[in-house]
């Protein structure tokens, strides 16, 4: 395949995003509508595809890839139901950020418009195909899809149609594109676009991020890893506690907003860590510790340096005992990824310390790091979570895929 | 010099920025106040620095690049001015910018707080020293300065006395860093510098732009070229649209938000051009322009394409005469860089249609493209205007060197 046509299929997306930037909402929901249709009236060809894709995947992955990789009628109806939430959402596009008068009648306002043309690189998961580019259209952009190889033959039923979908009501089927280059050239070709792509948000493990971050020249927002914390401290209600932490690092361990390292109060530690150990190791978390941790639970293993930098993505916790909640702070500054990171506390103004000094997208007095996410926060569906500063930070949802453009009315107005 | 301490200084810079991020507005406010006292008080250690930095400039630059270089007690006086604006300005810190309740009664907020680390790369003019820095430190940022080498030792005299005004009041002296490192090298280190550096903005020409684009593993803001369009309706006001053209050519005709190239509506050319032609010739500028331009204006030269491509920073500008609207939006489409683009129109529908199909930072319907300023918006003091979209776009304030983090405070609610 001649890689040079990234660059041609991103042109083609480039012409669609200024149709689409003025196009009604109504429009665009009943074109997401159709596509969903779509994918319910093609389900065996989906499934079908699907099971190519799995076919071919089987003898090289692990077993909880090819799940992700795996569709079901019931994933399929899920897909379905992503769509229909995205189009009950509201359309962020035409809203009036911000506005004002200026000494010389000059009316200014910030009104929100479409980024333009946005690059989405992920690995796996079919359904990101359909939710992303959902997401995408619904806030006036076109978008350039990169999944993986493997899920190839799968992205194309979904992708065909959503952009059936637009066809149908009269907008422009290349407002979502799936890009048949599934090679890591093309990741780079792509990240390289610059004056093309307006943005380009992946979706993956480090390696894909490093990738990306050597090779972009395009602007990019970094859906990044969650090394995130929870601590207890010395005035932390115990139950609370418990409970807080099992939801963070046991309801659903395989995601960023999980837990990974505990920090407990030395004052505490007695009362809390024997119920705790019982507690994770009944739901199998395997535990590694400091000295301190290990007086107390004997059978945990030593934690390195780099237990307690490292995302499990698992059932597996590292702890460590604190004199301090500076000592807490200290250890999340120079070990946390900047995704959510919680205190457990009645004190207030550990909890206020907590807030103002603890550089994360998320941090939470008294709830579980599990929150941080944008159907738990109410910002309807999300297309990933910003560990970077610039443009987002968090969950970003439909505003996160928008930027505001000045616009200036006059009656003759020239600068002094 | 050993080339890589410039991660040295940043990692100084990172550790000020961790301290600044929580101090008062009033600490702030006094430091930059006693940095514009100090600045005055060495006035002649900066003149004669300055000198310095002229004298071994003077044989290799351009007049117009010398200017810039040039300090004169005025100038000095001016930055000062510069400090006082910034000190008046709201700080923005702290600012709530949305919150509400998830029904499990979870209370979400988003709180702004400073970016981290901004690094500023600009070009010969001192001035952005005191500026940039200003803007930084009142967001809460430490930054890191990398002047020209033909400026340094005028900036190092500005970036001692904002450090000696931190350090007066009790705030660390790195948040505010001035490179020595003047060579290319080490604006490619600097901008390498991902996960210590939260943001780049580069401030200079295409050349400057371009090794930043290439190296930049970082987030960045770009401030690039403005090749500014006005577009004369065939219903606009004939008065209106030549003041209109006028400031926006001839006003100060060197900055980014001067018009480069006039459109004009083939029905109003004849009543227009010819006054036009002679009122832009008495101001000194040179005229290039198509075929049906050179027919009402014979003496004009032939525009090329590079001409309507080409932010001329100059007494010179491009004409087209165009048959419709949609010419004059096409146009606009092709050669604009997406800064500021007018119309002068009387007919509603085409504002509108200007307003929301021209892809720009700023658009603007009957007023001059030299209001796209922080200052002439009212955002107050500006570290530079934006052309992309991401983050920030158009006039840069204080509001776009902060993000925002989710603060998410409850009472023990976990995730079901």
Known sequence: MDISSVKHYVEKAKSASTLLATVSTEAKNEALRIAGQLILARVDELMSANEKDV??????VTASVLDRLKLSERRIRSMVDGLDSVISLPDPIGDIVEGWVRPNGLRVSKVRVPLGVIGIIYENRPNVTSDAAALCVKAGNAVVLRGSASAYNSNLVIA???????AEVGLPENAVILLPHTDHEAVKELVGLNGLLDCVIPRGGPGLLQVIVENARVPVVIDGDGNCHVYIDESADIEMAISIVMNAKVQRPSVCNAMETLLVHKMIAKQVLPVLGDRLREANVELVGDEKTRALLPEVEVAT??????????LKLAIKVVDTIEDAISHVRKFSTGHSEAIVTSTLGNADRWVN??????VLVNASTRFIDGGELGLGAEIGIST????????MGLKELTCAKFVVRGEGQIRK
């Not at 340096?305 to 698992?314: G, H, I, N, S, V």
């Not at 970077?388 to 968090?394: D, I």
């Open 55 to 60: 076919a071919a995947s089987k003898s090289q």
């Open 160 to 166: 065909t149609a959503l952009k059936d979908g637009l």
């Open 305 to 314: 340096e780099e237990d307690y930098a490292t995302e499990f993505l698992d």
């Open 357 to 362: 000094e603890i550089d994360a997208a998320a």
């Open 388 to 395: 970077q500063k610039l443009h987002a930070r968090g969950p």
